[in-house]
């Protein structure tokens, strides 16, 4: 399977995530009417979505770029560094947001399920680890290019 340039897998996944970064800021615009269309009302866990949200379109805002480069077919480069850098930033604010919320639920909403908040927050602590790992690799991959570059 062709995974660079324009009919590649990256290609595909670009304009997937096109599609969610449109559906999500509609959605996130929407989302004070939405609660207020069924009636829920507005406490402290719906004002923690609203800044999750946010980091979540720029996640995907940033992959796009990335995969860009992709169908550039020049995926080594120190732009996709620090886009990588603002993605693994973004996933450890949800993780600090994520167990925010899990406290607030296991001290304020004691029947509330704190479990799945709590395992949100891990995974994107372990999602912003991988993502340093990844940012670096990238790093030494474009030493080697521009080295491997110099020498021919």
Same mark, same amino acid.
């Given at each position: 399977m062709k995974v660079f340039g324009n009919k590649g897998l990256g290609a595909?996944?670009?304009?997937m995530l096109?599609?969610?970064?449109?559906?999500?800021?509609?959605?996130?615009?929407?989302?004070?009417?939405?609660?207020?269309?069924v009636h829920e009302k507005w406490n402290i866990f719906w004002a923690i979505i609203i800044?999750?949200?946010m980091l979540c379109l720029i996640i995907i805002y940033e992959f796009i770029g990335m995969f860009k480069s992709l169908?550039?077919?020049?995926?080594f480069n120190e732009e996709n560094i620090q886009r990588l850098k603002v993605t693994m930033w973004s996933s450890f604010s949800l993780a600090i947001l994520f167990f925010? &919320?899990?406290?607030?639920?296991?001290?304020? %909403?004691?029947?509330? +399920?704190?479990?799945?908040?709590?395992f949100?927050?891990?995974?994107?602590?372990?999602i912003s680890?991988?993502?340093?790992?990844?940012? &670096?690799?990238?790093?030494?991959?474009?030493? %080697?290019?521009?080295? +491997?570059e110099l020498t021919i």
């Open positions: 595909f996944l670009k304009v096109q599609i969610s970064l449109i559906l999500g800021v509609m959605l996130l615009l929407c989302f004070p009417y939405i609660l207020h269309l800044p999750c949200g169908e550039e077919d020049n995926p925010i &919320e899990a406290l607030l639920a296991g001290f304020i %909403y004691t029947d509330r +399920n704190v479990y799945f908040v709590s949100l927050s891990i995974l994107f602590l372990g680890i991988a993502l340093h790992i990844i940012k &670096e690799l990238f790093g030494k991959a474009i030493n %080697y290019k521009q080295e +491997n």
